[in-house]
């Protein structure tokens, strides 16, 4: 397996299977928290969100967030999280193993039974695969208001970019999502290369990408 390769995608937390990682033995879900749940900086989540991982929980699943971001530590956003009964794991130092780790100890669950939910490949999708969670990569919600960090992190994402064409059995166009402002220019799937195993997954936004002829 390729540590960089996401074991699925979702266009947002909504558009999650959630049906489909408990058929895998999934029982407890960890979220990234900016870009993912939230806005960077801009927390706490919205009602949609709160209903969502109300109805998770309420359906057995255990669920905590685990965040390098500083927004964690806002009293409104601990509030909203505290008044649903999720953990929230700060500060994360994601890709390290330790935040994950310490999740797994909070939820009392092991790696595999586990899934990571969220917007980086290098944090939360490298630090899952290390991990050994399962990983799921969403769109960022708002792909132009990130840490510095993470555009840096998104730069590094591009550089790994390789071919344009889709895969054939991913090729189907976006869902619909509240959040069309990251979907109104439809996705694209590119070829990244990595060592010696291909990887994909879709450009949420094609600006300044340079892609290799
Ligand atoms: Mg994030």
């Not at 794991?89 to 890709?95: D, G, L, M, N, T």
């Not at 990251?182 to 799937?189: I, N, S």
């Not at 094609?206 to 290799?212: E, G, I, R, S, Y």
């Amino acid at each position: 397996m390729n540590i960089f390769h996401p074991r699925s995608y979702a266009p947002s937390i909504h558009h999650v299977d959630y049906e489909a990682l408990r058929r895998r033995g999934i029982r407890a879900l960890i979220f990234d928290l900016d870009n993912t749940l939230c806005l960077w900086r801009a927390g706490p989540p919205d009602a949609r969100v709160r209903k969502l991982l109300k109805e998770l929980i309420t359906q057995g699943f255990r669920v905590a967030v685990l965040s390098n971001g500083r927004l964690s530590l806002r009293p409104e956003v601990l509030a909203f999280f505290e008044e649903i009964g999720v953990p929230v794991i700060w500060p994360a130092r994601k890709p390290l193993p330790r935040g994950f780790k310490r999740a797994l100890w909070v939820l009392k669950v092991r790696p595999e039974e586990t899934a990571i939910i969220g917007d980086q490949l290098f944090t939360d999708v490298l630090g899952g695969n290390l991990a050994g969670l399962y990983t799921v990569l969403v769109t960022p919600l708002d792909p132009g208001r990130e840490s510095p960090f993470t555009k840096l992190n998104r730069i590094l994402e591009r550089v790994l970019a390789g071919r344009k064409d889709p895969p054939a059995e991913r090729s189907s166009p976006p869902q619909e999502t509240p959040h069309a402002k990251v979907l109104a220019d439809p996705g694209e799937w590119v070829e990244l290369e990595h060592t010696d195993l291909p990887l994909q997954l879709r450009i949420l936004t094609t600006d300044n990408v340079k892609f290799p002829s």
